[in-house]
């Protein structure tokens, strides 16, 4: 059995987001609350292709 998963598209599937100054260097690295750091968004509904 296969779940529908993508890719997340507010980390691009990494799973966390990098915090960037305004000098635009990486600070820290911050779990992505969009996907919980899973790297991916499990549809709970059906998405129609
Ligand atoms: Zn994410």
Redesign the pocket.
């Known amino acids: 059995m296969m779940k529908k998963q993508k890719p997340?598209?507010?980390?691009?599937?990494?799973?966390?987001?990098e915090i960037r100054d305004c000098s635009g260097e990486v600070q820290r690295e911050e779990t992505?609350?969009?996907?919980?750091?899973?790297?991916?968004?499990i549809k709970q509904k059906e998405a129609n292709n």
């Open positions: 997340c598209p507010y980390c691009e599937g990494k799973g966390y987001v992505c609350v969009f996907c919980e750091g899973t790297g991916h968004v």
